[in-house]
């Protein structure tokens, strides 16, 4: 699985113990880290900014899944929902992420990073992140409902199209120097082209780009 690790600023000081995490998990995923990294003279993001980001990254077909998060986790789940294509769950503990890899199978979640991080919070995200990518995600649970809830989730993927304007049009709306700002991020550009399949949306965002 292609995972993109995507940190904003309340939260940079945590991007290593996120990829030590992943990178500790028995399954061999591939890690990209596109969002903040804690390095001196980084640009800021804001969670409005790596929300867009990862909804761009999983609307081009970059990534298949999107580690992102913020102080409470809050405001990012409440960003990158806002795009079509995001299935994106708040989880705080180990039971949170099994159940979310179970029930709803999304392609995105929210950590909260600071709130209530602690002592051991380091352990919790490893212990989460596990659970989180496990060999059964999205078979459903219990076993009495895995019908119902598979059902279900291709239901709510095909509602958030309907429900949102396009990808394409939506960039056409939004504000210009949002846009900029995760364009422009260091390796960001680079990897939609080397890493995006050749779409009608692909030649878009780089026409923003130029």
């Known amino acids: 699985m292609k995972i993109a690790v995507i940190t904003e600023g309340s939260t940079k000081h945590r991007n290593g113990d996120v990829l030590k995490a992943l990178e500790s998990l028995e399954q061999g995923h591939e890690i990209h880290n596109l ?10 993001l804001n969670y409005l900014e790596t929300g867009f980001m990862s909804a761009l990254l999983l609307n081009l077909k970059t990534v ?3 580690v992102g998060g913020c102080g409470t986790g809050q405001g990012y789940m409440n960003a990158v929902l806002q795009f079509p294509g995001t299935a994106c769950g708040l989880l705080m503990d180990p039971v949170d992420a099994y159940l979310f890899s179970q029930v709803n199978a999304g392609n ?9 991080y602690g002592l051991g919070g380091n352990l919790n995200l490893e212990y989460l992140l596990a659970k989180l990518f496990n ?16 059902g279900a989730r291709k239901k709510l993927s095909q509602l958030s199209l309907d429900a949102h304007k396009s990808m394409k049009e939506i960039l056409s709306l939004m504000d ?9 991020y260091p390796g960001v550009l680079n990897f939609i082209k080397s890493s995006a399949p050749a779409s009608e949306l692909k030649d878009y965002v780089l026409s923003l780009a130029k």
């Open 176 to 184: 210009k120097q949002l846009i900029g700002n995760v364009l422009s």
């Open 35 to 44: 969002g903040m990294k804690n390095v001196e003279g980084e640009p800021d």
């Open 64 to 66: 298949d899944f999107v």
């Open 108 to 116: 995105c979640i929210s950590l909260c990073l600071n709130k209530g």
């Open 135 to 150: 060999d059964t995600y999205g078979q459903g649970w219990p076993a009495a409902r895995r019908e119902i809830q598979v």
